[in-house]
DNA sequence: CTGAAAGCGCTTACAG
DNA sequence: CTGAAAGCGCTTACAG
């Protein structure tokens, strides 16, 4: 990149040098960099075939038209989830005339190190943090850098004090459970996600919850350890079937997971739902296709993404922010991979 | 924005300012924003409580340490498609300092004009076009913002003159097609995408390549314009069964729309592959997932993220491209989708 | 550890 | 339509 900077010659590409090329000064340059009309056209002509020639880039940003980014931060892109949190995100950033800058840190210290001296080159204007787990140093730092925070689906107990922005897990996790109980399901099993993530833990207490309220004693036997991907459901849901006595229905707190469970059923010639019911979390989009179309909690993700990005729009334009905790409501979708108890 | 940049008592938030505030030089406070450690622990303390109070922010970028953007730009960010190519770009732009600015222009003149005022503010390093289709008057002025350019899966001919990166379509085509064929299959239907992307073209030519070479005529009833989603996976696929002869085999040149002719298939009570083989192409992650885990052809979409981020920082960097055209290899993996003719 | 000085790349009135 | 001048916010040696 700075090598892209120097022309052949090794001099630096500046206004001032494309100006003494074409023999003109160094306003006239700027004024045809910005494209501005009060200039003669074979001056611009000249001025223009010299600025690709030595391909000329704007060396400093001014002030007025900044930058204007929005920072989007996943701990990891691998998932159809995160493309939804990026649609909402980038549809209210675009719309506002910023631009969406996304980054995975796959929870490597390096990698977030390095993120957030880029952060800083980039002089963004916001951050969006997806169920971060920055280590606290960096906690400081990015508090220094005096940007306005907006948390997605906040990992732990708010160490940043921004603004957070969640779904309600503890009521779909409750919702999703009473509908297998109403469906006259006694044994449970539930799958669930990473434990260090608040999200899990809310819906595996929503599930507690509703088994309780229904007058079920809550076996600890029936609540498998998950990663929210495929293969944790996978893992999971044979552990669950191999039980001396296995449930009649698998609440799987992600989507991924579910379609993971139902995998692992069908191996063991297991039909959902004719014998096992499985109920997912999340109503990523392609889970009406899959077969059968999976009952599920819906999350709003894109809604949460754009409210993420007003929020921090609203923030660094010095508004004030309604609530430091906004948690959007949560939808029981059901469909074809839940039935009564046979 | 603008108002950000000042203080209560309408003054401009400059390091000169604060440096007047705190009593001590610009350079002090310079200093200080840029975390140098020759500051004295007293004074660092009082200009960090100044900076923080009157929420300084940085308001030019300095050459050497330039914003490092790249841009990718899709025209819609609805699918799990996406996300891939949003990885390999990731992981090779966040390697080398670079950000990722993700943007979606739905196609829209509007959109695409906001688009590029925005790219041009931020002063982008490089732009990836995924499937563009931009007007020409854009590539006009695309090309006048003299950033360096690759298109991602091009949608029609090079208008752009800019390097483009695919996959081995025709060749994917033709593989699946052959599939179905070697499996005794001699109905096949073909469910296309968009017409005018290059892309559907090139895996309907594969299709009929290899049809014509097993000597079969190709029927043109058996082959239904689709979408490359799902809705239109699943309406194809309902005409095609309700065809005077359907066909024993569907390939669908997307895996979305492998689901929803899936989905189809299955409400008809037609079961897959015992009754119907279907193929799909992409290799999305989820599909391994799906029942039955769908025999498709693999398109390394995060290995074209990947070499796409690498040609635009490689013509950043002045360097030579080592070809306009690249295409990477597909691959036929088969799993439970597709069965000898019964 | 700190500041006065010089300098950077760029832009904005202002005058012609 | 153009340039000389002044100015912007910031940084870098350099001297103490």
Redesign the interface.
């Known amino acids: 990149?700075?090598?892209?900077?120097r022309a052949a010659g090794g001099r630096k590409v500046t206004i001032t040098a494309i100006a003494a090329a074409a023999g003109v000064s160094v306003p006239t340059v700027s004024r045809v960099v910005n494209g501005r009309s009060d200039v003669a056209p074979e001056t611009r002509a000249k001025v223009?075939d010299l600025?690709?020639q030595h391909?000329?880039?704007?060396?400093?940003?001014?002030?007025?038209?900044?930058?204007?980014?929005l920072?989007l931060v996943f701990n990891d892109?691998?998932?159809?989830w995160?493309?939804e949190i990026?649609?909402g995100v980038?549809?209210v950033a675009?719309a506002a005339?910023?631009?969406?800058?996304?980054?995975?840190i796959h929870g490597r210290a390096g990698?977030a190190r390095?993120?957030m001296?880029?952060?800083r080159?980039?002089?963004s204007?916001g951050v969006i943090l997806v169920t971060s787990v920055l280590e606290p140093v960096l906690h400081e730092e990015l508090r220094?850098l005096?940007?306005p925070i907006v948390v997605v689906d906040p990992a732990g107990s708010a160490a940043l004090d921004a603004p957070t922005i969640g779904a309600t897990n503890w009521a779909g996790g409750m919702a999703a459970t009473e509908h297998l109980l109403g469906l006259g399901h006694r044994r449970i099993g539930f799958i669930a996600g990473p434990p260090r993530l608040l999200c899990s833990r809310a819906r595996l207490d929503g599930y507690r919850a509703a088994v309780e309220a229904a007058g079920v004693a809550v076996d600890d036997e029936l609540v498998m350890q998950g990663d929210f991907y495929?293969e944790g459901g996978f893992t999971a849901c044979g552990r669950l079937m191999d039980l001396a006595e296995p449930p009649t229905a698998i609440f799987a707190s992600s989507d991924?997971m579910a379609?993971?469970a139902?995998?692992a059923l069908?191996r063991r010639g297991l039909r959902v739902p004719e014998d096992v019911s499985v109920v997912g979390f999340d109503d990523l989009?392609?889970v009406?296709?899959?077969?059968p179309?999976l009952t599920t909690v819906r999350q709003p993700l894109v809604e949460m993404g754009k409210l993420a990005a007003r929020t921090v729009l609203r923030q660094?334009?010095?508004e004030e922010i309604d609530s430091p905790r906004l948690e959007l409501a949560t939808e029981l979708v059901v469909r074809a991979s839940t039935a009564a108890r046979g």
């Open positions: 990149m700075t090598e892209q900077v223009e600025l690709r391909g000329y880039r704007r060396r400093t940003t001014v002030p007025g038209d900044r930058a204007a980014l920072d892109l691998d998932s159809p995160a493309v990026i649609r980038e549809e675009h005339g910023f631009g969406t800058v996304v980054s995975a990698s390095q993120w001296k880029n952060l080159d980039r002089a204007d220094r005096n940007v495929h991924q379609l993971g139902i995998e069908r989009p392609e009406r296709w899959c077969a179309p660094a334009r010095g």
